[in-house]
Every structure is written in C-alpha cells, then in structure tokens.
C-alpha cells in the first residue's frame, strides 16, 4: 500500500496499538511495488506478520523466500485472490480477510439503493423535471419482491437488514450453496434464478466473481426481469452482460443502480454515464474515506488474537479460496 493509503487505513492511534504488541519491520515503512527487491527482503526477512492491502503483489515463492519468518498474513482489503499465490498455501501460512469490515458499508449501500429502487426514485426524479407527481402516481417500498444473488457475507447482510426493516418484504433467495432449510432460516425463500429474475421487482447481485458466474445476468434473464424493475450490482461487473444491459436501460425497461462495471470504468461516451434511469457509481460502496479505518481495526484486531494464541477470525483456508470473491 502507499504511505498516503497505510496513513488512512493505520491512523497513528492503531499504529500505537500494533507497537505494544511487536515491532515493526523497517520502521514500518509502508512497502511498495517489487517485493523481491533487496530493499525489500531486508525488511521482509525481520517479518513474522505481513499486513497487506490493495495493489499488493502475489506472494510467490520468489517473494516467500527472501521471508523466512513469516507465519501470517493479514489482508487490510477483502479478497485475498490476487495476493494468495500458491506458494503462501504450501508453506502453510495463515491468511486473514478484513472482508467482514467491508462487508458492512456494502450492505448499508445496497439497503439504501433497495429503498430508493422502491420508491422508483431513478424515474421520479426524471419525471419531476416536467411535472410534479400526484400521490396517487408514487410508489412505495413496502411489500415489494426482492431478489437477492448470493448469500455472501454481504447478501446474507442484505437480507438481515430487509427483515429487520419490516416493510414486509417477500425476499427470493438464489445460491447453490444454500439448501432450503437454510435460506428460510434467513428469512428468504429459495428460488432458481430464472423465477427471481421474473418474480423480483428489486434484483440484487452478491455473488463472487468466477469463471462459472460470468453473465449470470445475460440476456435472456434479463429480459425476464419485468418492465420498470431495477437491478443493483455491488458485486463485479462481469457477473452481467454489459451489453444486454445497456440496451434493457436505452430502452428505459429496466433501472440500474451500477457500483461496479465490466469493464471499469466504462470507456468514454458510454450510455451509463448520462441515462436518467442509470445511478452510476465509481465502486464506491466499500470502505471509502473516513471508513477504511475499519480495516486497520480488524488488522489490529487480529493482530491482537494472533499474539494471545487465539483463532483469527477472518481467517481465509485454501478450500473455500475457489467460491469466494
């Protein structure tokens, strides 16, 4: 990470906290770029703990080598995909995510886009430029069908928080992991994706990006969605076909509250930019500004449950890498 993100993520305070607990490697020098340099095995030799963040290089073995010492490594960012090479799993390493601190700004984002989504927000607001609507043309939030993809972290909080909203929503669960004992218990029903594309009037997506879930919205089940419907994407942009969905939105059939994009962001002149029914964000529903001190609590945090021998709680295992995020 640079010295301007380890300032924000590790503010002076937690700096403090860790300092209680070890020392730090280079005199905590934030480090950046190669890792295999000689610089940078001079301090990655002295390191038992490695804190990562984005724009982290892959922990290959080449990387390992010149840090004989390390033993864990706790990611300041959620997935740990791009960092955890093999080579970090063959030597056993721990490996922990503070994917549940970002977990929570993601949840309140989408609740938020659900209800302005209930509302229809995207065409009033179009429509207030030529008329102020009547009450009888408003719509509400209360008791609308919303589709929820993936019951991630962040799609399990989504649904806790539609529950506890008591709007009395009819929550449709889709996810292949999840059997329907278990999607009850949450308070949603199962359904195949086909039906919650066709049966949701809020569609929105929480699945990890894999090679399997690539245009799981394509055009077919996007034209299942009914006309009006709107469809929030927290997740990765490639979990829909961009194309499809810029026609259903030309069209003006479909809404779209888009945080993140494929490819991102979308090159110039493109139509999300300017269509009234398209709420186009610049993937900003993560940890942002004054949040990312979230992350650097929970590397604290672990850090702290580490030294006293105890289980990390974001831990991440070689096992479930393949279906996460």
């Not at 950046?32 to 290089?57: K, Y």
């Not at 996810?175 to 329907?180: L, Q, R, S």
């Not at 997506?205 to 469809?231: F, I, N, Q, Y």
């Amino acid at each position: 990470m640079t010295a301007e993100e380890a300032g924000m993520v590790l503010p002076q305070d937690l700096r403090e906290r860790i300092g209680r607990l070890a020392d730090l490697a280079g005199d905590g020098v934030p480090l950046a770029g190669d890792l295999t340099t000689a610089a940078a095995r001079e301090v990655l030799t002295q390191a038992e703990v490695l804190v990562t963040c984005w724009g982290c290089p892959p922990l290959t073995g080449d990387v390992l080598a010149g840090a004989p010492r390390l033993q864990v490594v706790l990611h300041a960012a959620g997935s740990v995909k791009r960092i955890a090479a093999p080579a970090v799993w063959d030597r056993g390493l721990l490996v922990s995510s503070a994917a549940d601190a970002n977990a929570t700004p993601v949840v309140d984002f989408t609740l938020a886009a659900v209800v302005l989504a209930g509302k229809q927000a995207l065409p009033a607001a179009r429509a207030y430029r030529t008329a102020f609507p009547p009450h009888s043309e408003r719509e509400g939030v209360d008791g609308r069908t919303i589709g929820i993809i993936g019951a991630s972290r962040i799609g399990r909080g989504v649904i806790e928080g539609l529950v506890a909203s008591g709007r009395g929503h009819r929550i449709l669960l889709h996810d292949p992991y999840v059997d329907e004992a278990a999607a009850r218990e949450m308070g949603a029903e199962p359904a195949d994706l086909d039906t919650l594309c066709r049966e949701s009037s809020i569609v929105s997506v929480h699945a990890p990006e894999l090679p399997e879930t690539r245009h799981l919205l394509d055009a077919r089940r996007l034209a299942l969605m009914a006309d009006g419907s709107t469809l929030i994407n927290t997740a990765r942009g490639s979990l829909l076909d961009t194309e499809a969905l810029t026609r259903e939105c030309v069209s003006g059939r479909l809404n779209a509250f888009l945080d993140v994009t494929d490819p991102e962001p979308p090159p110039h002149g493109h139509p999300f930019y300017d269509l009234p029914n398209v709420l186009l964000t610049p993937h900003i529903a993560g940890v942002q500004g004054s949040e990312l001190r979230r992350l650097g609590e929970h590397v604290v945090a672990e850090l702290e449950r580490y030294v006293r021998g105890e289980p990390l709680r974001g831990l991440v295992t070689r096992e479930e890498l393949a279906r996460l995020a």
